[in-house]
């Protein structure tokens, strides 16, 4: 997959101090980048070949191809 080429996805934060950790794709899966957001911000945020997956720390709404989940629910 070429860098750009992910899908992308929205995280908003409901709460300060909401977490968006990547992990790495591949055979070793670690965290390589965790960005904190506060009430309000905004992350749009790509899939790439270094990340396969997300995991969202705190109360957030989460908006994928697949839907919109609510960490709080
Ligand atoms: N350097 C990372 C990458 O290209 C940046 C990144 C993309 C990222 N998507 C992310 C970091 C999601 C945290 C969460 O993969």
């Known amino acids: 997959m070429e ?13 300060n101090g909401v977490h968006v950790i990547g992990l790495t794709r591949g055979q070793d899966t670690r965290f390589h980048h965790t ?5 309000g911000e905004v992350m749009i945020a790509q899939f790439t070949e270094h990340t396969s997956a997300v ?5 957030a709404i989460i908006m994928t191809r697949y839907g919109t989940i609510d960490t709080e629910q």
């Open 3 to 15: 860098t750009n080429q992910g899908d992308y996805f929205v995280i908003k934060a409901k709460d």
């Open 55 to 59: 995991k969202v720390r705190g109360k």
């Open 35 to 39: 960005e904190k957001l506060d009430k």
